[in-house]
């Protein structure tokens, strides 16, 4: 069964930020499905921030891959 944004972003991602101090920002995509209501006020309690990329940006962003996830 695929987990959902939802389900990820509560379940896994905020137990693992709430141990981390200072702010945080989750970079998403900007597909209509990964934003809702539930998930931006999971934000606000949180005190996360989260920034939606440009549509159509994937050329200009792909040099993240390189940079930030290399080994």
Do not use: A
């Not at 998403?28 to 998930?39: M, V």
């Not at 606000?44 to 940079?67: G, R, W």
């Amino acid at each position: 069964m695929p987990l959902h944004l939802e389900d990820w972003f509560y379940k896994l991602l905020v137990r693992h930020l709430r141990k981390t101090p200072g702010k945080k920002l989750v970079i998403g995509d900007n597909l209509s499905s990964h934003l809702s209501p539930y998930l931006i006020d999971k934000c606000k309690e949180e005190n996360i921030y989260f920034v939606c990329l440009p549509p159509n940006s994937t050329y200009i962003t792909q040099p993240l891959d390189v940079l930030i996830f290399s080994d």
